[in-house]
């Protein structure tokens, strides 16, 4: 291939679109086009700020990119704009269907920094666990792609550690614990080494024992 062919390659949206389609591939990075591509930074950079200023492009973060009509979940975007992270908390709660609400900001774990971003008006929020504690999460295809998900346990062992840590409050009246076995929740509860979550796991089951009022 000449020069000049990899070079309209490169400036061919379509074409770039189609293959990263074909490679299931919705989020990007400007080093993903130089390699996939051959292309030097200076061309991509140019592609990418042309077609990020038509619409054609959306840029979620820094150097991550999609095109506006192959868009990524939310819980892509959540996996992949800060990494390593996992989706739990809240997210991961509704998801499982351990709480009735709808949730409008996407939660996730991560052994790095505490962060929040938005994108797209959707706020991502990054809570920091000790890396000790750093586990509890499975691959779980959602609608066709891999997301990495905190399990039923280790989403509730999350929100009671900050809760505990009076970072957050407990602000559903009754949570389902229907999916949720006890011993392995007991053993997530350990990574934190906070005996005092015990109390509020003990709480929480309380709760769910009482009889549902019916209005």
């Known amino acids: 291939m000449t020069e000049k062919q990899t070079m309209h ?15 299931q591939i919705k989020i990007f990075s400007s080093l993903d086009i130089q390699r996939i ?14 077609y990020v200023k038509k619409g054609l492009i959306i840029k979620l973060r820094n150097e991550f990119y999609c095109f506006s009509t192959y868009l990524p979940s939310e819980f892509e975007i959540a996996n992949n704009i800060y990494q390593p992270s996992y989706i739990s908390l809240d997210s ?25 971003f938005t994108v797209n008006d959707v ?22 792609y891999t997301i990495l998900i905190a399990e039923p346990e280790k989403a509730l062992a999350d929100y009671l550690y900050f809760i505990d840590l009076k970072k957050r409050s407990l602000a559903y009246e009754r949570l389902d614990l229907t999916k949720v076995k006890k011993e392995k929740l007991m053993m997530y509860v350990g990574l934190f080494k906070r005996p005092s979550i015990n109390q509020l796991v003990n709480h929480i089951y309380a709760e769910f024992r009482k009889p549902q009022r019916i209005y």
């Open 9 to 23: 390659i490169i400036l061919d949206p379509i074409a770039i679109q189609q293959y990263m389609a074909g490679k």
């Open 37 to 50: 591509f051959n292309a030097s930074r200076k061309t991509v950079e140019g592609f990418l700020a042309r």
């Open 92 to 116: 991961a709660l509704s998801h499982h269907h351990m709480i009735p609400e709808t949730i409008y900001s996407i939660t996730s774990i991560t052994s790095r920094a505490t962060r929040n």
């Open 123 to 144: 706020l991502y929020s990054y809570q920091t666990i000790k890396k000790d504690a750093y586990s509890g999460y499975v691959p779980q295809n959602i609608r066709g």
